[in-house]
Each structure stands twice: as C-alpha cells, then as structure tokens.
C-alpha cells in the first residue's frame, strides 16, 4: 500500500470540493436541487447522489428487523 500524499503536497480534491460548493451556491443551493430532483429525467442520477452521501458502515447493535420503505414518487421513465 501507498504512503499516500508527501508532507506539505496540496490534496486536490480540496479545491475541487471547494470549486463544487461554489457553483453550487451560485445556482441557489436548495432551489436548484429541488429543481434538479423534481425532473424525472434525473430521478436516477439525484438517487445516486443520495446514495453516496449515505454512511457506508454503521456500527451498533440491531435487536430486531430493519426495515427500509421505497416510494416510487417518480414513476417509470418515458419512453423514447
């Protein structure tokens, strides 16, 4: 396994997270995701968005069933 980045080297994912918050500030933050999420064409790309700011690893302890609800507010795709 790598060392990972040398001291003092700049992490570029900074400056593209921070390039991110900034466009997406100038669109209008909650608006624009509104938006962006009321189309149906971006139901699949919004649900992938919000799939990746999901934690990846919980820890606890389960005494029961989990249950997870999907509602399909979105419909099927048109057809082209």
């Not at 001291?7 to 900074?14: A, I, L």
Request: hydrophobic share 40%; charged share 40%.
């Amino acid at each position: 396994m790598g060392k990972g980045r040398k001291k003092g080297v700049k992490n570029k994912f900074t400056d593209v997270k921070a390039a991110f918050l900034k466009a997406f500030t100038a669109l209008g933050h909650e608006d624009y995701v509104k938006e962006f999420a009321g189309d149906r064409r971006n139901a699949e790309a919004f649900l992938k968005m919000i799939a990746r700011m999901l934690p990846r690893d919980t820890k606890g302890e389960s005494k029961g069933q989990i249950i997870v609800e999907i509602i399909d507010r979105f419909g099927k795709p048109e057809e082209k």
